[in-house]
């Protein structure tokens, strides 16, 4: 049996030439009329869905958050955001989280955590053993981040990145708690908590980011 | 979404705060500034202050706070 091989070969003796390409491989009249439709396009390239997990774009925004601590237990602050099919290839397993936040003025400091609601676990940071501001357990039974900035005013928490590793299609919650005044346990308090600005990224992020999310 | 209520529900619980602590002698210079600085945050948002409400409440414990806190300084 003979099997066509195209190798560098081929070209090399002139069978693809410039003249060929320009005036019978792919003609303009042959991409408007037929070889590349919306159809075609629309189900396997970029849609609305996939577009926000190009590795490094913004995952998901929200703004403007609240909810009242005098609820016992962590408050979900936004989401659900359903992860993709295949956050390995899209997300390099990872998901960073920034936003603004603080609890209104009171006895209670604030912490914050990323939730699975799929399956009823805490998203552990990269690296959480060793993470500036992280507490709770490895297991993602408990566990959330310190706040950061001035805890009553709306202050911008650092961009963390999380391990969603084997989370295909799952989802997940921003939430908020009051805590002691290290911000690094949970305590129910009658304050508001208050959450801006949620960006969600694809990948890894670090650093500060303004308003808009860069 | 915030509403001017949860606004003031909080100014009035924070102000209730800070005036406990000066009664009390609080001497937690670092703690009362924060709680001032909250109050004052959420009392300059423009849903606060293009609102009707009668804020003078609040900046009277803000101002008192404040005067303690300089006194603690001394």
Redesign the interface.
Known sequence: MTRSVLNSASFADNSVTNAKIASNAVGTAELIDNNVTAAKLTPTSVTVANAGEILGSTFWSWDTSVASATNNGWQTMAGPVQLGSNVQNTMNNMLSVTFFGYISSGSYYWTWRIYDTTDNNVVLPIGASKKTGWYGNADGTGGGFSFRGSVHNASQQPAQCFDITGRDNHNVILQMHGSNGGGSSVSTSSQTLYADQIFFYAGFMSGMHNETGY | ??TLA?YI??LT???D??DQMVSTSNQDQTRIK??I???E??LSLPMVTESDEDLNDFHVSVAAGKAYLAGLGD
């Open positions: 979404m915030v949860q529900t909080d619980n924070g102000c705060y800070l924060e709680i600085d909250g109050i945050y959420q």
